[in-house]
């Protein structure tokens, strides 16, 4: 079974990840990110891999041809969608109210759709990542 396999050597890195670069955990961001960029270094170019037959994975990795964009395309929504940009807080306005929904999605727009009477669906693109519900205002992922 590879699946059962590839969760194995999954599980083992993330154990090794965890011994070498999170116990003990830094006292700042900045030093945290040290160890875990250490450890990414060791473990893609300097460690092998039983499971590579010995190789490391930067010696198998190969950079993808496909071109990607410097900057993506706007978000467009279907033209029934109303559309909300995200502030600075993580919060939009929503029939006077304030709502927050996630400070992970600042300066994007979602789309609401409404799918029942005062029940609006919440998208991000095409993802559906919360409900809203007009009589109690209370987002739901």
Avoid at 79 to 85: I, L, Q, T
């Amino acid at each position: 079974m590879p699946w059962l396999e590839t969760a194995h050597v999954e599980e083992r890195m993330h154990r090794t990840l965890k011994r070498q670069a999170i116990k003990p955990v830094a006292r700042t961001c900045a030093a945290q990110q040290e160890s875990f960029d250490a450890f990414r270094a060791e473990y893609n170019t300097v460690r092998p891999h039983e499971w590579l037959n010995q190789d490391t994975p930067g010696s198998r990795y190969t950079e993808s041809t496909r071109p990607y964009p410097t900057r993506l395309p706007p978000l467009e929504y279907p033209g029934h969608f109303v559309v909300k940009k995200i502030t600075t807080g993580g919060t939009f306005r929503f029939n006077h109210k304030l709502l927050y929904i996630a400070n992970s999605l600042v300066n994007h727009h979602i789309g609401l759709e409404e799918t029942e009477d005062g029940v609006w669906s919440i998208y991000f693109n095409t993802v559906l990542i919360a409900t809203l519900d007009e009589r109690d205002y209370i987002i739901r992922g």
